[in-house]
């Protein structure tokens, strides 16, 4: 097939249907992700299928967003809001849909095309993860056709050349599904592989409206024609009406972000931390067993390392901790999950 002119290439599209989304708000001095909200649904077998969370600083708590089935949706809810009795905010949102691309190669220029089609479709991001291959939208389920409709017009698929072509593929048998879910807890969690970035930088950046969030994925498509990398990114929300957006960047991706005004002539005014560390890793079931980003989360907490932002999609953990920090994350991540010390 030749490509499309004007369309981006990607390798696939997947749609997570029928679930729902709980978004947690801790204010300044919580305890951190383990104890406040891995921890309990982990007790109580709870399955995530995404997360997306932002560790907190002086001047603010932590903030995550993630997605279950639509049954175990209000247990989740009404579990984290009973144990903690007013100390932070909890917002259930109920008929969600996850909506992946990949993959995107950490490419800058294809996730802003992601964000702009979702904008120009009308569709409000609810909250946004990434893994080293695929880029994850949290959407309402009353939004998915015309996301579906709107991502064709920009991109272009191997496997299906329309919405028709892909509706075929988005339904599979409900017993093939069954079959797909882990039916077994391992002792310890296995990974393939555990791979570290060292001395990035950490952007955040709060955006308001749709309106802003075109000029976010304008701005990383502009990025990404320069040559530059995002190694992370993920999205929670805000009250009443904001996106918190942090993103890692290399040192020279960010003297190109800077070079391109850091996206304040978007109106944004992005802050920078750092140096950070970054890993990736995925293994066998990490998106259909609960209890998988409580081992992380544990282990990193043990080991002292101040978890500053995690991204849970699709079968991969990718978390971003202090480089002052790396070396007892990287230990403490090995004992957790079984990795091969000279992976």
């Not at 698929?157 to 509706?167: G, I, L, Q, V």
């Not at 502009?222 to 929300?237: C, K, Q, S, T």
């Not at 998106?287 to 079968?315: H, N, T």
Request: net charge positive; hydrophobic share 45%.
């Amino acid at each position: 097939m030749n490509r499309s002119v004007g369309k981006l290439r990607a390798g696939g599209l997947k749609v997570q249907e029928g679930g729902a989304a709980v978004v947690s708000l801790f204010p300044a001095g919580s305890p951190g992700l383990g104890p406040t909200v891995c921890g309990p649904l982990a007790r109580q077998q709870l399955n995530l299928s995404l997360l997306a969370h932002l560790g907190g600083a002086e001047d603010r708590g932590h903030a995550s967003i993630f997605c279950t089935s639509r049954e175990d949706g209000p247990q989740s809810y009404a579990l984290l809001s009973t144990l903690h009795q007013g100390a932070a905010a909890f917002r259930l949102l109920a008929g969600t849909c996850i909506i992946s691309l990949f993959p995107h190669d950490r490419r800058p220029d294809l996730m802003g095309a992601f964000c702009l089609s979702l904008s120009r479709a009308g569709v409000m991001l609810r909250g946004l993860a990434s893994s080293p291959a695929a880029i994850a939208a949290v959407i309402s389920l009353r939004a998915k056709q015309k996301a579906i409709a709107a991502l064709f017009e920009d991109f272009e698929f191997r496997a299906y050349r329309s919405p028709e072509e892909f509706a075929v593929v988005l339904h599979p048998p409900e017993a093939a599904v069954r079959e797909v879910v882990a039916s077994y807890q391992e002792k310890a969690p296995r990974i393939y592989t555990l791979v570290q970035q060292d001395d990035l930088d950490l952007w955040e950046v709060a955006v308001s409206s749709r309106a802003a969030l075109r000029e976010v994925g304008d701005w990383l498509r502009r990025l990404g024609e320069d040559g530059g990398r995002l190694p992370f990114l993920v999205a929670v929300p805000q009250p009443p009406d904001r996106l918190r957006l942090v993103f890692c960047l290399s040192d020279e991706g960010s003297r190109t972000l800077l070079r391109l005004g850091g996206g304040r002539e978007a109106g944004l005014n992005p802050r920078r931390r750092g140096p950070v560390a970054a890993f990736f890793t995925h293994g066998p079931h990490f998106g259909d067993r609960y209890g998988i980003a409580q081992v992380l989360a544990a282990a990193l907490e043990e080991a002292g390392a101040p978890l500053l932002a995690l991204s849970c999609a699709v079968s991969s953990l990718s978390v971003v901790v202090p480089q002052s920090l790396a070396a007892a994350a990287r230990r403490a991540l090995q004992g957790a999950f079984g990795a091969p010390h000279g992976d």
